[in-house]
């Protein structure tokens, strides 16, 4: 039986860290909706319960769909340039008809929580301090609290979004690991997947990969989250590969909430960039 990664005990590290840093050092988040997406407003609303209990300023921006998006750029120059403004979020999916990318690079990099400016995606590639990606971030904090050193080992990444796979394999080279990353058309996707010591699944399809799929020896780490039949499930097939790997992320359970507490801890990273402490 594969020893389980669970995270709640690490988030609640990494939330004190942040609540006991709050209590001396104000931090304020500002967060952007444009539309109704509804997951969207689920996810602003949970960041703003976060926040009240990390003791964190809560400021909300909301903007019917079809606000200018010259407006939009005007609040976030404004937000750049009020110091008490510790970081700036801006949800997605935006609507149709705004270009994400230019309004995300807008954001002062040393206060992009997000990670995705690519300011940031630089400091990244070049292993020089910023802000990254949460869920990226999430994942190696989650080896580093199990004391599994990536280093010497093959890493395969099933993912190359911008804000997991990629940014995830950047850390995992910079920790020492052999890293592959596979993607829609990688051939003999399971072949490769059973080379990995360390194996992130981070596409985003429902239990496509199977227990068979990895070596014995694999730590797998599943950052997918599905909803499929009413259950929440992650990109790995929980219940085949927890009896065949040696260590595996539930779902849920495991990298979300390191990741809900590593975005709200960037507010830590992004103050000591901005102030030096």
């Known amino acids: 039986m594969a020893t389980l ?43 703003k319960r976060q926040a009240h209990r990390l003791g ?16 939009i750029e005007s609040l976030i120059r404004q937000l750049n340039s009020r110091e008490e403004i ?7 999916p935006l609507p149709r008809g705004y270009d994400p990318v230019s ?14 400016t690519s300011a ?47 940014p995830a394999a950047l850390l995992l080279l910079h920790r020492h690991a052999t890293v592959t990353i596979c993607h829609s058309r990688t051939q003999a996707l399971k072949d490769v997947v059973r080379r990995g010591d360390i194996v992130v699944a981070a596409v985003g399809k429902a239990e496509l990969l199977k227990g068979d799929d990895f070596k014995n020896e694999a730590v797998v780490l599943d950052a997918g989250y599905n909803v499929t039949e009413g259950r929440t499930v992650g990109d790995v097939d929980f219940k085949g590969a927890v009896a065949h790997v040696s260590a595996i992320t539930p779902v849920p359970g495991g990298v979300g909430s390191v990741t809900t507490a590593s975005l709200f801890h960037n507010l830590v990273k992004a103050r000591q960039l901005q102030y030096g402490t």
Do not use: C, W
């Open 5 to 47: 990664l669970e995270g709640k005990t690490l988030a609640g590290q990494i939330n004190a860290v942040t609540a006991e840093y709050a209590a001396k050092h104000d931090l304020t988040l500002a967060v952007i909706q444009v539309g109704d997406d509804p997951a969207s407003g689920a996810y602003r609303e949970a960041k």
């Open 56 to 71: 964190i300023i809560f400021e909300e921006y909301l903007f019917d769909t079809f606000v200018p998006a010259r407006e």
């Open 86 to 92: 510790t970081g700036i979020f801006i949800e997605q």
């Open 103 to 116: 309004l995300l690079e807008l954001v002062d990099p040393v206060k992009d929580i997000d990670g995705v």
């Open 120 to 166: 940031n995606a630089a400091n990244l590639y070049l292993n020089r301090p910023g802000l990254f990606p949460a869920t990226a971030e999430a994942l190696m904090r989650i080896l580093e609290f199990y004391h599994i050193d990536p280093k010497g080992k093959e890493a395969v990444i099933v993912g190359r979004s911008n804000i997991v796979g990629k």
